[in-house]
């Protein structure tokens, strides 16, 4: 690391405090996640799949050793690794038409991961697949998926178009009673879920949402036959004549607009709050470059790399080289420069502060080089802390407002006021389109049993929800007291790395597959975490400092619950006190061991 010294702050931070305040304090309502409409009964057709057509088939009554809930990277990976454990009666359940979580739904045009492909795409050394460029779009991410199922055999039992609608334990049996709304009724030894929070859609609650006669739909289930193009790029040929609205500008709207601008005869572009816009700098990967790089045990070496930079611990090399590893060599070059004396958590969280500022003026000094209206440019602007809300990089998304085509409603952080029969409302203007398209994104904050369809039913007929009331309870994120041979494929309370989610995943499945693998070896019926074993974990959770996403100062999104916060149970919707490098670290010695503490087999 370079010893050269850090120039002092150029700017006003108390100015810019008291101005990310007054911003957030526009935008902050007191219906939270209620102002979102639950798309259902008459408005079901906003679920439909335009994708891969529904296939009749008999119900399912047969019983499998494991079924995992859900078929994107939780369910793939987990199924990987218990194929390499010579588990192969294995079963995924997912309500899409084939593999692919979040990325079988969107298919928008230039829909595009946000972190490195070489550390986003789980289990590419064991597929022998090269990702073909540092940042790969939505049709190549799906392939993925595809490539896994096929490379595993996951295909073989797989059941699509398919969610559960009944999990219940059966303790004299020793497994799960599983119920679909295709008629399915089998059983189980074992079951993951991996729903996720990002596959169910959601709508803003606007007035008049049912009364428009044109034409409208979710981002994630685009409308091609409509608009004319494919997920792979073809230009949108069918909106030269079309007036269209997108409401959002969120991480989905950054990657479709510049496509819109360029397509449609007009496109207002309604804006409650802009995303901070990074640079994203893709390139193609050069293939003689990654045979130098993939030689074995590449790709977890460049996973631990990121981590390690991404949450600042000391690292000679940043390998992946992004906007999530930037920030964090920024702050940890200011962290360096501090006196011994000075490293208190007080003087760190201020040197995290500057080099935020720091970043964001960056960020906002680049609507005005890109931007020729100037007043486009600064309503462009994000006037909060860089992961306030989901960091976004893109490279044409302000290129896109000097398109004569495109133009910004912005709406003062108040939102689209309604809906008529000719178009959208803001601020008592009515601006006609043939179409809306809603870039509103997915339900996040609203109960998991809502969003998964069921709730799970564990031993003496106790709800999972009614066990977490207080919050989420758990061992490692993954097991739960009272609910045997039941696995949960997540982030919180284990390594919590949001940057780069996947990464979280792939230690899940790793983990499960040597638990069951035990399980088989030993002749065990049952795996389940100790109560004592779970009231640790979360003791030691408690340790754990306030995360950096999810402040109630942020200005609202689904970070923090649409500004509202977490609630009690936010403390324990957390990680490893000791960060995502220690916990992947100590998660590996747990299951390596071979006497998983904590956990019963019995």
């Known amino acids: ?18 101005k990310y305040r007054e911003e957030r304090d526009k935008r902050v309502r007191p219906d939270g996640n209620e102002q979102y409409i639950e798309i259902k009964d008459h408005l079901a057709y906003y679920l439909e799949d335009p994708y891969v057509p529904t296939t009749e088939r008999e119900p399912v009554t047969d019983h499998v050793t494991f079924a995992f809930i859900g078929g994107g990277f939780s369910g793939l990976v987990t199924g990987a690794r218990l194929a390499e454990q010579g588990i192969t009666d294995v079963r995924i359940l997912e309500k899409g038409g084939d593999f692919g979580g979040t990325w079988y739904w969107n298919r928008y045009p230039g829909a595009q ?26 049709p190549e991410i799906l392939e993925q998926y595809q490539r896994i199922g096929r490379h595993y055999n996951l295909y073989d039992k797989a059941l699509f178009h398919t969610q559960v609608k009944s999990l219940v334990w059966d303790e004299e049996n020793a497994r799960w009673q599983i119920e679909t709304d295709r008629g399915d009724n089998f059983t189980a030894q074992y079951i993951g879920m991996g729903t996720g929070p990002l596959h169910v859609p959601k709508l803003p609650g606007l007035p008049g949402i049912e009364d428009f006669k044109g034409h409208s739909f979710h981002t994630s289930r685009w409308d091609y036959e409509y608009t004319g193009g494919d997920p792979k790029g073809a230009p949108l040929s069918k909106l030269a004549d079309k007036r269209v609205a997108i409401i959002g500008t969120g991480a989905t709207a950054v990657q479709c607009i510049p496509h819109l601008a360029r397509a449609c005869k007009d496109l207002c572009v309604c804006q409650r709050t802009p995303s901070s816009v990074d640079i994203r700098n893709n390139e193609p990967i050069d293939p003689e470059w990654f045979k130098s790089i993939a030689t074995p045990g590449w790709q977890k070496r460049w996973l631990e790399n990121f981590t390690a930079n991404q949450t600042g611990q000391p690292v000679d090399e940043d390998l992946v ?37 720091e970043k964001m003026e960056e960020i906002r000094a680049r609507c005005n080089e890109v931007v020729e209206d100037q007043e486009t440019a600064e309503l462009l602007k994000a006037w909060y802390q860089q992961l306030c809300k989901r960091p976004c990089f893109h490279d044409d998304y302000l290129k896109a407002y000097n398109e004569p085509a495109c133009h910004l409603v ?53 709800k999972l929800s009614d ?75 408690l340790q754990a400092p306030p995360m950096m996403i999810g402040s109630t100062e942020c200005t609202p999104g689904y970070y923090n619950n649409e500004g509202q916060g977490w609630g009690e149970g936010v403390q324990r919707a957390t990680g490893y006190p000791h960060g995502p490098v220690a916990y992947f670290k100590y998660l590996d010695e747990w299951r390596t061991s071979g006497d998983f503490d904590g956990i019963a087999f019995t």
């Open 1 to 18: 690391m370079s010893e050269t010294a850090i120039p002092k702050p150029h700017f006003d931070k108390e100015a810019l405090r008291r």
């Open 113 to 138: 991961c946000d972190t490195a492909a070489l550390i986003y795409l789980p289990l590419l050394e064991e597929t022998g697949h090269m990702p073909s460029e540092k940042y790969v779009h939505a």
């Open 321 to 357: 080289q992004d906007g999530w590893t930037d920030l964090s060599k920024r702050v940890r070059a200011r962290i360096s420069q501090l006196p011994r004396e000075n490293l208190t958590v007080e003087k760190m969280m201020a040197a995290y502060e500057d080099s935020d500022f």
């Open 410 to 462: 912005d709406t003062d952080g108040k939102g689209v006021e309604r809906i008529t029969e000719k178009g959208v409302v803001v601020a008592g203007v009515e601006y006609e389109v043939d179409c809306i398209i809603y870039a509103s994104g997915f339900e996040v904050g609203t109960p998991y049993e809502r969003r998964s369809g069921y709730d799970t039913i564990g031993r003496n007929g106790v």
């Open 467 to 541: 066990y977490w009331t207080d919050g989420m309870r758990t061992l490692h994120g993954v097991h739960v007291h009272g609910f045997p041979n039941m696995f949960i494929v997540q982030a919180t309370q284990g390594a919590n790395l949001i940057s780069n989610y996947p990464h979280n995943l792939t230690e899940c499945g790793n983990t499960i597959a040597l638990m069951v693998k035990h399980a088989q070896d030993t002749q065990a019926r049952k795996i389940e975490v100790t109560r004592e074993a779970e009231d640790a974990w979360l003791e030691l959770l």
